[in-house]
């Protein structure tokens, strides 16, 4: 099992950047994989980004590629997800996620964080 604590998120203007950690807890960090996904109001909850338990392979939603990068540190039991030139359309809560299988599909993940908002201005 495995606790996940979001933080990072903030108000921020179009264009700007936030970066956004998950820290874990437990020993099995590393046999999980890692995921990203968002929830803006009235909107289902969608796929962000996602790194492979030894954080070889990375994939990302068309919407967020080439802006955001996801990454994970061993040492520090953390996963982070950089995101640059932020758009209003990235407003929304932030969860990270850990699962055994490197998905996209936010029911293939067993844990769950308590979310960050992040608002994007224009």
């Known amino acids: 099992q495995v606790q996940l604590v979001e933080s990072g998120g903030g108000l921020v203007q179009a264009g700007g950047s936030l970066r956004l950690s998950c820290a874990a807890s437990?020993?099995?960090?590393?046999?999980?994989?890692m995921g990203w996904f968002r929830q803006a109001p009235g909107k289902e909850r969608e796929f962000v980004a996602r790194i492979s338990t030894r954080g070889g392979s990375t994939y990302y939603a068309d919407s967020v590629k080439g802006r955001f990068t996801i990454s994970r540190d061993f040492a520090g039991n953390t996963v982070s997800l950089q995101m640059n030139s932020l758009k209003p359309e990235d407003t929304a809560i932030y969860y990270c996620?850990?699962?055994?299988?490197?998905?996209?599909?936010?029911?293939?993940?067993?844990?769950w964080g308590q979310g960050t908002q992040v608002t994007v201005s224009s």
């Open positions: 996620a850990a699962g055994w299988v490197v998905t996209a599909n936010p029911r293939d993940y067993a844990y």
């Open positions: 437990g020993r099995t960090f590393g046999t999980y994989a």
